[in-house]
């Protein structure tokens, strides 16, 4: 199965269960759908995030899947242009995206795996680079 078959069977997944898939390897995940602007190309770009909360902020990792050495992509879309639209079951959300910096990312970071415990691993995985933490601020929702 091709990666954007599997995307879009996951997203169909996704929407017809809450934000939580009910198979695969992501079962039982919170997931949202985040919509950016490319930092090169301007055109709309969708990511789908796991993610932890903070009160009424969505808290993202940029962990690149847990395996690489390198920033996903959408960090730097949300670095350059931090409006993002989420779907995150079956609600739409305008919101701003903004990497936090020390003491708060590790507070967060902390937040995250305890919420999410099978990241705690990845900073062993990921080498040369610490994994970038954001705050998602939403603006306003709409059904």
């Given at each position: 199965m091709a990666d954007s078959e599997w995307e879009d069977q996951l997203i169909t997944d996704i929407r017809a269960h809450g934000g939580r898939p009910s198979a695969g390897p992501l079962a039982g995940h919170p997931l949202m759908l985040m919509y950016s602007t490319g930092a090169k190309s301007g055109e709309r770009r969708r990511s789908i995030l796991t993610y932890s909360r903070d009160g009424d902020d969505f808290i993202v990792a940029g962990t690149n899947g847990g395996n690489a050495d390198r920033h996903p992509a959408w960090l730097t879309n949300v670095e350059a242009q931090p409006n993002v639209t989420l779907e995150i079951g079956d609600q739409t959300v305008e919101a701003t995206?903004?990497?936090?910096?020390?003491?708060?990312?590790?507070?967060?970071?902390?937040?995250?795996?305890?919420?999410?415990?099978?990241?705690?691993?990845?900073?062993?995985?990921?080498?040369?680079?610490?994994?970038?933490?954001?705050r998602i601020h939403p603006k306003a929702a709409s059904a």
């Amino acid at each position: 199965m091709a990666d954007s078959e599997w995307e879009d069977q996951l997203i169909t997944d996704i929407r017809a269960h809450g934000g939580r898939p009910s198979a695969g390897p992501l079962a039982g995940h919170p997931l949202m759908l985040m919509y950016s602007t490319g930092a090169k190309s301007g055109e709309r770009r969708r990511s789908i995030l796991t993610y932890s909360r903070d009160g009424d902020d969505f808290i993202v990792a940029g962990t690149n899947g847990g395996n690489a050495d390198r920033h996903p992509a959408w960090l730097t879309n949300v670095e350059a242009q931090p409006n993002v639209t989420l779907e995150i079951g079956d609600q739409t959300v305008e919101a701003t995206a903004q990497p936090v910096d020390e003491p708060e990312r590790t507070r967060l970071w902390d937040n995250h795996v305890a919420q999410l415990p099978w990241f705690g691993a990845y900073p062993e995985k990921i080498t040369g680079r610490t994994i970038p933490v954001i705050r998602i601020h939403p603006k306003a929702a709409s059904a």
